[in-house]
Nanobody, 124 residues
Framework: QVQLEESGGGLVQAGGSLRLSCTAS?????????????MGWHRQAPGKQRELVAA???????NYSDSVKGRFTISRDNAKNTVYLQMNSLKPEDTAVYYC?????????????WGQGTQVTVSS
């Protein structure tokens, strides 16, 4: 399974910006080569279900939720196994724990790994 380390969350005022990063790696005990397909970001606000924010394939195709289109940008550095989420024009409703995910296929079985989550709080 992939290990994911997230960073970049924090507290920001409405209208501000944050940049989240997430780097994927294998554990020191794994001998499998890292081969990730899609990566992305989901978020979960208190009392709500986890929802997709943005996703990007290894080829660079992107997908965004309607609520963040035009404000958030997902990008990826395949050489560094890192995905970024640039969040601009933040709104209080963007407040949530943001989770990074990485998708791979092992022996024809799709597998999704999750990061621990990073808190984003937008004050009004």
């Amino acid at each position: 399974q992939v290990q994911l380390e997230e960073s970049g969350g924090g507290l920001v005022q409405a209208g501000g910006s944050l940049r989240l990063s997430c780097t994927a790696s294998r554990s020191a005990y794994s001998r499998s080569v890292l081969s990730i397909n899609a990566m992305g970001w989901h978020r979960q606000a208190p009392g709500k279900q986890r929802e997709l924010v943005a996703a990007i394939t290894s080829g660079g195709s992107t997908n965004y939720s309607d609520s963040v289109k035009g404000r958030f940008t997902i990008s990826r550095d395949n050489a560094k196994n890192t995905v970024y989420l640039q969040m601009n024009s933040l709104k209080p409703e963007d407040t949530a724990v943001y989770y990074c995910n990485a998708d791979e296929v092992i022996a024809t079985i799709p597998l999704r790994s999750w990061g621990q989550g990073t808190q984003v709080t937008v004050s009004s």
